[in-house]
């Protein structure tokens, strides 16, 4: 199907910057939108950062002006870059694919996460 790898994370100090990647492989028609979300122990889910298949962005209050989704089609790639880090980011990192595997056939491919950390 389809493989979703990200890279990147890791220990910073507060103020630090961070870039994640996420890399798709696989039966890949097209990839519609993407996505990265963040979860601390015990809480739910988050959506940080969204980008659909046209470039539109969107943020969660708490990272807009610091973060920055980018993608590269080319590539199967999405990117964060995390600016000014702040202790309460710190999470393990997921991203998400939307994807065509064929014409008429769209799923969602969730990567392994990615732990950051931000130190105060």
């Known amino acids: 199907q389809v493989q979703v790898v990200e890279s990147g994370g890791g220990l910073v100090e507060t103020g630090g910057s961070l870039r994640l990647s996420c890399a798709a492989s696989g039966r890949i028609f097209s990839i519609n939108g993407l996505g990265w979300y963040r979860q601390d122990p015990g809480k739910q889910r988050e959506l940080v950062a969204g980008?659909?298949?046209?470039?539109?962005?969107n943020y969660a209050d708490s990272v807009k002006g610091r973060f920055t989704i980018s993608r590269d089609n080319a590539k199967s790639t999405v990117y964060l870059q995390m600016n000014s880090l702040k202790p309460e980011d710190t999470a393990v990192y997921f991203c998400?694919?939307?994807?065509?595997?064929?014409?008429?056939?769209?799923?969602?491919?969730w990567g392994q996460g990615i732990q950051v950390t931000v130190s105060s």
């Open positions: 980008i659909t298949s046209l470039g539109s962005t």
């Open positions: 998400k694919f939307r994807v065509r595997t064929s014409r008429n056939v769209e799923n969602e491919f």
